[in-house]
């Protein structure tokens, strides 16, 4: 796709990008897609992306070309846990669940998160105007303390670690515990 | 506009909006070859600025989401999504 370097430095590459994913993933407490030729074209088109644009933008969605269009499409996107929560995977599915990941699970298509507006101005490829509407960011985007549309924070009871988001995470980034020893703080 | 016509049997006229690096979009284009349907398809990425502005004026009469793929089939069945039993059911496959 991109004509840099050889067939057999490309796949090198993948391959180094797809280990990074991985590696990241199980760092987090997250899950890549367990359909290992699914997830490397997945990496491919990330780097893919990375060249063409400068960053990672998300190989399923329709870029506007500029970083500053597309900063909620950044891979992992913001729609990321949000998506694997409830669906099972994230848009394109190179995110699972844990239970997608243990094949309890099938993949099936997830329904595009991200809000109109911010797919509107990325087709346009310009930023919605200033004195036009504010754009209705996803929760994850709003002000965590404060204001009637502030989200909850939650704590991990083993570690303490402390989150603001719609849910707690599937697992503890720090400490790896499961979603259900986190409390409302 | 930038369709590519990819040769097939006729099972009227299928045409997919899609982007090169879209996974599910592999997916639909490989079922479509497997199955040996004739179909043309447009790579929104790989257009050029005026090109996209019509292929998306296009795209937003099916779907309003523009996202990707999506299957128009006879200018009159849109299947947003590689949903499988939903274009085998449109093109009686
Ligand atoms: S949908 Fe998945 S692959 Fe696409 S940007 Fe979001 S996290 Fe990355």
């Keep these: 796709m991109s004509g840099a370097g050889t067939e057999g430095e490309r796949a090198a590459r993948v391959e180094a990008k797809y280990e990074k994913l991985k590696k990241e993933a199980a760092a987090g407490g997250y899950f890549l897609n367990p359909d290992e030729p699914f997830a490397k074209d997945l990496a491919e088109s990330l780097l893919v992306n990375e060249e063409r644009y400068g960053y990672a933008a998300c190989p399923c969605r329709l870029s506007g070309g500029k970083r500053e269009l597309d900063l909620d499409i950044i891979c992992p996107c913001d729609y990321r846990d949000a998506d694997v929560e409830e669906h099972g995977a994230c848009y394109c599915a190179l995110y699972v669940s844990g239970e997608v990941a243990r094949s309890e699970r099938e993949v099936e298509p997830v329904p595009e998160r991200r809000p109109d507006a911010l797919i509107e101005a990325a087709a346009k490829g310009e930023l919605p105007v200033a004195e036009s509407q504010p754009i209705e960011r996803a929760p994850s985007q709003r002000a965590a303390f404060g204001g009637s549309s502030a989200i909850p924070v939650w704590r991990c009871k083993v570690c303490g670690y402390l989150c603001a988001r719609d849910n707690p995470p599937g697992v503890c980034p720090i400490c790896k515990v499961t979603k259900d020893r986190f409390e409302r703080f | ?93």
């Design chain 2, 1 to 93: 506009m930038g369709a590519t016509k990819v040769d097939g049997n006729d099972k009227g006229k299928v045409r997919i909006f899609t982007l090169s690096t879209c996974i599910w979009c592999k997916k639909t284009k490989e079922f479509l070859a497997q199955n040996n349907v004739a179909y043309e398809y447009i790579d929104m990425d790989m257009l050029d600025a005026d090109e996209k502005d019509a292929a998306l004026v296009e795209l937003k009469k099916w779907n309003e989401k523009c996202s990707m793929p999506t299957v128009v089939v006879n200018d009159s069945v849109c299947i947003v999504g590689f949903k499988e039993q939903e274009i085998r059911e449109a093109l009686s496959l």
